[in-house]
């Protein structure tokens, strides 16, 4: 089964810069990677008029648009849990999930002290690591700098895909 791990924190933390910078760092160790975006509202990627929104528009349950590079899948979906989802990712080494704080997945929490003052999961069972802006931390989990990309790596690549 594909490992899932999730990237939490509060908004503005640099959840999505980190996501960004492990991908190529873990990729570049030989590893398919990934990601799914846990949004609050509807996406808005099927524009009105477009062939994919006339398809849906029509009653279709699920639309793939796909070109020779990629596809694009839009589906009805009630159960957006990571468990459910995780069924789309079975050629893919690891899946990193950015949000879903409250699935009971192993967590890597990036806070900044400049920004809030207080963490989200510091005491959560399935918090693996934690990074940081901020020295005062105290933890027996690893922490981690906000620029310790290998470092995350290492610590992913030997929990999760070794």
Known sequence: MTQIITVIGKSNSGKTTLIERLIPEIRERGYRV???KHAYHRLDIDKKGKDSWRHRKAGADMVLVASPDEIVMIKDERNSSLDNLVKYFDDMDIVIAEGY???NR??????????HQV????????????????????TK???FGLDEIKKIADLIEKRFLS
Do not use: H, M, W
């Open 34 to 36: 990934g990601t799914i």
């Open 101 to 103: 704080k409250r699935e």
């Open 106 to 115: 192993p967590k890597i929490e990036v806070f900044r002290s400049s920004i």
């Open 119 to 138: 963490p989200l999961c510091l005491n959560n069972d399935n918090l693996i690591a934690f990074v940081t802006d901020s020295t005062d931390i105290k």
């Open 141 to 143: 989990i690893p922490v």
